[in-house]
């Protein structure tokens, strides 16, 4: 197997690559330079960490079969044309997290005591502690959390060292799970504007968390509250941000913005940016030495374990859901021919297999598959299936939603 690795890491990770294939390494290769290397390389994988992967490279090879990413979020991955093409998308979620919780407060401290202003100010021979000596303070203030994972949860246990109420929401967050993780659990995201001094954002980017946060949102947060954002573009309606910034007096943390260079280093102009309560970062929330040492390890994991097994951990886009109406048990005799000739029967009836699972016991002798199925096939089909001599037994059941 061949590995196409297209970007930096360290010298152990792609040591630790090699017990899964041959590796290639293109660590300087740009988006638009990746869909000539896939095309000249072949390789069945592919790992990134901040390079674009487009529908273009996915249509390089027809071997490419797994897109790696190490990293939280795969929004930097045509995930969708993937999926088309039937080619697996991991990431490493998680495993970034404590850095980008780290951050989180560095930008929640800055806010809340203009250290970046003090800083300039001294750095420019200027002594104004009058100005500067006031602060809200965070003791006894309430943090809202949108975005209840695991920076999250690691930016909520760090609120407690400081004295702070904990609410959060989000999608998947249920009253037990948050008593659990001692916070407050909020049903609805505007009421965590209407609750928090501090605001801190954590989703990731999908078409479901597309402006979650707008003018709605702003309008209901508290003047002269901290708002931070580490998250994604597109989360965030920067113009409403903006308005509110203004009319509420609001302090931002932010380290992600829309139009961002490419590359490491380059110009921005982002109209947020030219607002004096802004405290940005240059989207580096993960890039810390232990984050990306863990985010590559877990990569590294993720591509061993799928050559060793076909099991892809951290699969984003494998469907949550099939159209399968029906489910056929079949127990048949572990021989060849046998699932091909019930699939052949299947095909002749225009039922398609939605997904399969195929079980071997002990010996190898005998197996089961269990086939999903997109709707029930007839009486003549199963009978059919019945005669081959392999077969042991079927049932058949609706898949209930």
Not at 136 to 161: C, D, M, P, Y
Not at 269 to 289: C, E, Y
Not at 366 to 387: D, F, G, M, N, Y
């Amino acid at each position: 197997m061949k590995i196409l690795v297209a970007d930096r890491f360290d010298s152990s990770t792609i040591e630790a690559l090699k017990a899964s294939g041959e590796v290639e390494v293109r660590a300087e290769a740009t988006a638009d330079e990746l869909p000539g290397l896939v095309s000249e390389l072949r390789p069945s994988a592919l790992l990134v960490r901040s390079t674009r992967v487009t529908a273009k490279t996915l249509h390089a090879s027809d071997r490419l079969s797994l897109v790696v990413r190490a990293g939280a979020g795969c929004d930097t991955i045509d995930v969708a044309e993937a999926s088309r093409r039937g080619i697996h998308v991991a990431c490493t979620p998680g495993k970034n997290a404590i850095a980008v919780a780290e951050l989180v407060w560095g930008l929640i401290l800055a806010c809340d005591r203009r250290i970046p202003d003090q800083i300039q100010e001294l750095r420019a021979g200027r002594w104004n502690r009058s100005e500067y000596a006031k602060a809200n303070g965070l003791w006894g203030k309430t943090l809202g959390i949108v975005g209840f994972g695991q920076i999250g949860r690691e930016v909520a246990s760090r609120a407690k060292a400081f004295g702070m109420r904990v609410v959060a929401w989000s999608r998947r967050l249920t009253e037990d799970d948050a008593d659990k993780a001692g916070v407050d659990y909020v049903a609805n995201i505007v009421n965590v504007a209407r609750l928090a001094d501090v605001v801190s954002v954590s989703v990731v980017s999908n078409p479901e968390t597309q402006d979650l946060l707008g003018e709605k949102f702003f309008n209901a947060m508290r003047t002269g509250a901290i708002f931070v954002n580490t998250s994604r573009v597109g989360v965030v309606d920067e113009k409403a941000l903006a308005k509110a910034v203004v009319d509420k007096q609001l302090r931002c943390g932010i380290d992600i913005f829309t139009q961002e260079p490419q590359g490491g280093s380059g110009e921005i102009r982002n109209d947020l940016l030219k607002l004096p309560s802004i405290f940005g970062t240059h989207h580096i929330g993960a890039q810390t030495d232990q984050a990306q040492r863990a985010t590559a390890t877990e990569a590294v994991r993720v591509i061993r374990v799928w050559s060793e097994s076909g099991q892809v951990l951290n699969c984003v886009n494998r469907a949550a859901a099939t159209p399968a109406t029906a489910v056929l048990t079949v127990r048949h005799l572990n021989k060849p021919g046998v699932l091909a000739h019930i699939f052949y029967t299947l095909g002749q009836a225009q039922i398609n297999v939605e997904e399969m699972d195929n079980v071997v016991y002990e010996g190898g002798e005998a197996a089961c598959a269990k086939i999903q199925l997109s709707r029930l096939p007839s009486e003549e089909h199963i009978v059919t299936i019945r005669k081959n001599p392999n077969v042991l037994g079927t049932s058949l059941s609706l898949i209930k939603r």
